[in-house]
């Protein structure tokens, strides 16, 4: 435990894990929708099904669709921003079962282009999350890290593929994690990484014959 954990993070309250870490899930989902999302459908579960409106998550994860931080000012008005903005959106409650944590939330995005991507994510304490499931793949990120999303299908040689691209641009690897949905289908690796992804990587990253899309998430503020 750090003095992060103990004070919590610099926000507009009333709560870290209801409010702030409200927020953080909002920005990790559009950051992997990679583009401003046109329209959310937003499934509250456990907790945060039952206190959101006293505990300001609705506003906080639309605040967060907004690219907006946690110590943002505006965000008790993200709704009226929201529509200012042309983002449509809407709650619904959800049970996801007994083993979700009780602070989750489930992002059904659609882009500015059309683009798709469904992400949900917990609120674990402190303005910490943890996104845990994308597009169906289970996963594992926090959005403290750079990290790489890759697309690949599951054969052999794709992890080897991109592992070397970050060696020869002196990347080190912190954490990685691979999910398939089904044996010889597609795959989905995230890497979290100790140094910033830059394009040169993004690029080298795009031209691999495994390598079906890559998207970058930088670390959040």
Known sequence: MNLFDVLGPVMI????????????????ARLVLGEKAAHAMIGLHGSFAQTHKG????????????????????????????????LDFSFQLIDLGEQAHPNTARLELTGLS????????????????????????????????????????????AISQVTTVLFEHNVNIAAMRVSRQQKGSTALMVLETDQPINDNVLHALSA??????????DPLS
């Not at 309250?13 to 990790?28: D, I, N, Y």
């Not at 609120?123 to 999303?149: H, K, Y």
């Open 13 to 28: 309250g009333p709560s870290s894990s209801h409010t702030a870490g409200a927020v953080r899930l909002g920005r990790l």
């Open 55 to 86: 505990h300001g998550t609705d506003v906080a994860l639309v605040a967060g669709l907004l690219d907006w931080n946690p110590d943002d000012a505006r965000i008790p008005d993200s709704f009226r921003y929201a529509k200012e903005a042309g």
């Open 114 to 157: 059309g683009q798709h991507s469904c992400v949900t994510g917990c609120s674990i304490g402190g303005g910490r999350v943890q996104i845990t499931d994308i597009d169906g793949f289970a996963l594992e990120m926090g959005g403290e890290l750079p990290t790489l999303l890759v697309v690949h299908p599951d054969r052999p040689g």
């Open 208 to 217: 691999l014959s495994l390598v079906d899309a890559v998207r970058r998430i």
